[in-house]
């Protein structure tokens, strides 16, 4: 049976409906940066979203080819998880989308290194014909955060966040968001299909002792 992340690693992948304070260690990540609203129809959110795919099954899928990664397990690739953050600003406002900066990740097995990476990249350009020299290969560190399931729509996290920070408050923590650690999303749900109000979504803040 295929490897899954999700099940394996519940304490990340399917937390409480309610804040908990978390240590995350260091992953390895498939990830593209942009910035500007996700929604955008033309927008870079959305092609990064091919990169980030295309690179992702072209690893797990190389199974079926000549390639051998070496200590290769199959497994259920992770969901898509996004770090956000607006320059000059220490929390995110979710009214003025268009000015988000975003680093989009789907984590890696850890037997991809960077030399398997770099072979991927090469090998989905050749199959897809897509210019895949913006996605890189991105460790994250993340370590001490507030983390929580929100369910509801994107709009609607805000509450979902107080809520978090005030846990963090109450328990001898403040934010810690800056060059490094950002608002962290792991998405569940496929938003194309699932009905806003059914949306699973967690949530992570980077947090520090007072």
């Not at 978090?164 to 749900?189: K, Q, T, W």
């Amino acid at each position: 049976m295929a490897f899954d992340y999700k099940k394996e690693y519940k304490e990340f992948y399917l937390p409480l409906r309610r804040p908990q304070i978390v240590e995350v260690p260091e992953m390895r990540f498939v990830a593209v940066r942009g910035s500007g609203d996700p929604n955008a129809e033309d927008g870079e959110y959305k092609s990064a979203m091919q990169l980030l795919y295309g690179l992702a099954f072209t690893i797990k899928m190389s199974k079926m080819g000549d390639h051998r990664i070496e200590g290769y397990f199959d497994y259920v690739v992770p969901p898509l998880e996004g770090l956000w953050w607006q320059e000059g600003e220490s929390a995110l406002d979710l009214s003025r989308k268009e000015n988000f900066q975003w680093i989009s990740m789907i984590r890696l097995p850890e037997f991809v290194t960077k030399q398997e990476f770099d072979w991927a990249i090469s090998e989905a350009t050749r199959k897809k014909g897509l210019d895949f020299s913006r996605a890189e290969f991105f460790r994250y560190a993340e370590g001490t955060c507030v983390q929580c399931m929100h369910i509801g729509s994107f709009d609607a996290e805000g509450a979902t966040i107080a809520a978090m920070e005030d846990f963090a408050a109450e328990n001898s923590f403040v934010p810690d968001c800056g060059d490094v650690r950002r608002h962290h999303e792991i998405y569940l749900s496929d938003a194309r299909k699932c009905a806003p109000e059914r949306l699973k979504t967690v949530i992570r803040i980077p947090v520090r002792e007072k």
